[in-house]
């Protein structure tokens, strides 16, 4: 698979089966992926990667908390500003309809949204899951590291014939997940990554990009 094809089928999936990923493939993966640029080589990502028994005592865990009704954990950092403006609120609403009216569930039904939004904390099904930690005294600049990292791993997924799906949605459980990989209390939970194979069988369309005129300006004269 070539760059090109591995960030074309690139995309957030959430229906796995349960065939297991190899911790040797994980390994080549991660290894792969510290190439990933930094500013100074700082390198500020922390990854948890976990599978088997351990994981599924996290989805247990995470279960139990959805099912007593236990509130999420206060929040170390803010997902989404409290109000998007143009043309990024327009972008989030857009998702949302195309995500649950993949699953036939309407905007009203805000009980079935919170069912299908459960599937998180369940790994959607998967056999590998990655959690990736951040020291909180670091800089925004740091956090964009973060994510070229979180990257090079989801494409390097692909060229092994995996798939992958971020979700911030695991820091609303950080102190769950913390009780599982033990982290130093200096870092900080951005993100989970379930990894494994994806369930051919499951409707879960690709979301679609803006066009380029929407977000890239050539400046090719004066």
Not at 22 to 41: I, K
Not at 52 to 66: F, H, I, S, W
Not at 158 to 175: I, N
């Amino acid at each position: 698979m070539d760059v090109y094809e591995a960030v074309a089928s690139r995309r957030a999936v959430r229906s796995f089966t349960d065939r297991p990923v190899s911790r040797q493939t994980l390994e080549r993966v991660l290894s792969t992926a510290a190439w990933a640029p930094s500013g100074s080589n700082l390198q500020p990502w922390n990854a948890y990667v976990l599978t088997g028994g351990p994981l599924e005592e996290l989805k247990k865990r995470a279960g139990e908390r959805l099912a007593s009704g236990d509130a999420w954990d206060e929040p170390e950092y803010e997902q989404y500003p409290s109000a998007l403006k143009s043309p990024y609120a327009e972008r989030r609403s857009a998702f949302g309809k195309q995500r649950y009216g993949a699953l036939g569930i309407p905007r009203e039904d805000l009980e079935a949204r919170q069912r299908a939004a459960s599937a998180n904390w369940d790994c959607f099904g998967a056999p590998a899951a990655l959690f990736c930690y951040i020291d909180p005294t670091l800089g925004r600049p740091q956090w964009s590291d973060i994510g070229m990292f979180l990257q090079s791993v989801m494409l390097l997924l692909r060229s092994e014939g995996l798939h992958s799906c971020t979700q911030m949605a695991w820091a609303k459980f950080h102190r769950t997940v913390a009780e599982i990989v033990s982290p130093p209390d200096d870092l900080m939970l951005f993100c989970g990554m379930s990894i494994g194979f994806e369930d051919p069988t499951a409707r879960d369309p690709r979301m679609g990009r803006a066009p380029l005129t929407e977000t890239v300006t050539f400046v090719d004269s004066l």
